[in-house]
């Protein structure tokens, strides 16, 4: 069988669902190596993954840490956007420490093939430059860009008139000046593998197979995607129906219940839970909170005195989205695609990165609600005491939910793999 490497940022959510394929392609009889610094094994939770450490001179003991901050922080900028500036030129970094350090890594561990996460170049160019056959895989809104449609980090509401198409052509070219840190390491690296010169993630996608966790129920009206592009829904490992019944939570029947989480890079924010807490109070729902290690105990404990009833770091997220009657979430994917697979309707509260975008793409779906991040309790109850009657967006949720409830994304992306990167590498179409 068949050696795979995956190369994906470190974060918790990306290899959360990379593990999942991993998973399913170990159990079929493969081999599967993550590689990245020294400090990214804590993320790999499944024993039978292989990890294999780079970077040990360039990224020390303390630096995925203080990456982590960056990321958990990427709004706090000041009139130099410095904050910003700080995590384009982290990931710049590791881009580059990946480029240098990945060619003797794969030859020394043997590697047939490599799943590359989209939001990482240097497993597209690596590959290109090994002549190894690797697949794309979108676990966040997938980047392939189209003309007349906003870019995933972008707020902005779909729409097919001149003026929208001006704002998301500007934006683009906004954001491709701001990331010209990391657009240069990919050019940089492209001339030195003897590769045709690029200088963006969108241009460094395999040409054999893409997957994405997003349902097409999900993102905007496509109409340019590549033919190799392959939509499978959520990265999960299947459980068993009995799981899959079992509540979370011992919870009032005659009230609502509703869920909040702002993932794991934001749930240090204790201002935001407070005043989610305060609305459910308000609207005398019970909430259960999953910080996600993000708060101390005490402050953890403070919750509850502002009307939470239940706070943890880690729930069951399918398990409690499967007994609430709403969830209020920063708009990450993983969150987002649950949500809908359990016709959860969604207060999404964006915060960073393709959060926005997601919330974008819910509301013009009529899946859910979208929030300022500022927003306090007022507005929240208000917001949620709509959703919470919006008999409509559950109606919308249980038709989009239908093809996620059949699909099992896991086993669909396996496939793809073992065709695309097979003894014999082929370009799989849709």
């Known amino acids: 069988m068949s050696h795979y490497a995956v190369i994906a940022p470190a974060l918790y959510s990306h290899f959360q669902a990379l593990q999942a394929l991993a998973g399913v392609l170990i159990d079929r009889g493969h081999r599967v190596t993550f590689i990245h610094q020294q400090e990214a094994r804590t993320l790999v939770c499944d024993a039978r993954i292989g990890f294999e450490p780079v970077g040990l001179r360039t990224h020390p003991a303390g630096s995925l840490a203080r990456s982590h901050h960056l990321a958990a922080n990427p709004t706090g900028v000041n009139s130099s956007g410095l904050s910003i500036r ?8 590791t881009t580059d420490m990946l480029c240098r350090e990945l060619p003797d890594a794969l030859e020394r561990l043997g590697v047939d093939g490599i799943i590359a996460d989209q939001m990482e170049a240097a497993g597209g160019l690596v590959a290109e430059a090994m002549a190894l056959p690797f697949v794309s895989v979108a676990c966040a809104l997938p980047i392939n860009r189209e003309p007349g449609l906003p870019l995933p980090v972008m707020p902005f509401r779909y729409a097919t008139d001149e003026r929208a198409w001006g704002m998301y052509a500007t934006s683009e070219a906004i954001y491709d000046r701001l990331m010209r840190p990391h657009a240069r390491v990919i050019a940089h690296h492209a001339s030195s593998f003897g590769l045709p010169h690029r200088t963006g993630l969108h241009e460094c996608l395999s040409p054999l197979a893409q997957i994405s966790q997003t349902p097409a129920t999900l993102d905007f009206p ?8 392959h939509a499978v829904g959520p990265l999960r490992r299947t459980k068993d129906d ?16 509703v869920f909040a989480s702002l ?28 910080h996600c290690g993000g708060l101390p105990p ?9 009307g939470a009833t239940f706070v943890t770091d880690f729930a069951n997220q399918r398990a409690t989205l499967r007994q609430a009657q709403a969830v209020i979430t920063h708009g990450g994917l993983n969150t987002v695609v649950d949500a809908i697979a359990t016709s959860t309707p969604m207060l999404v509260m964006p915060i960073a990165f393709d959060q926005p975008g997601v919330a ?5 779906h009529g899946l859910g609600q979208r929030v300022s991040r500022r927003s ?4 929240l109850a208000r917001a949620l005491e709509t959703l919470l009657t919006d008999d409509a967006c559950r109606r919308r949720l249980d038709d989009a939910a239908i093809p996620l409830r059949q699909a099992d994304g896991a086993e669909r992306a396996a496939d793809i793999v073992e065709l695309a990167l097979g003894p014999v590498p082929m370009k799989v179409a849709s």
């Open 86 to 93: 700080r995590l384009i030129a982290d990931m710049a970094a």
């Open 222 to 229: 496509r109409h340019r995607l590549p033919a190799n592009f």
């Open 242 to 257: 009995t799981e899959k019944r079992r509540d979370a939570w011992s919870i009032d029947p005659e009230r609502p219940f």
């Open 263 to 290: 993932g794991t890079l934001q749930g240090h924010r204790y201002g935001r839970f407070k005043a989610i807490a305060r609305a459910c109070r308000r609207l005398d729902v019970q909430l259960a909170i999953a």
């Open 298 to 306: 005490a402050r953890a404990e403070a919750l509850k005195a502002h």
């Open 360 to 364: 974008a793409r819910l509301v013009w």
């Open 376 to 379: 306090g309790s007022i507005r």
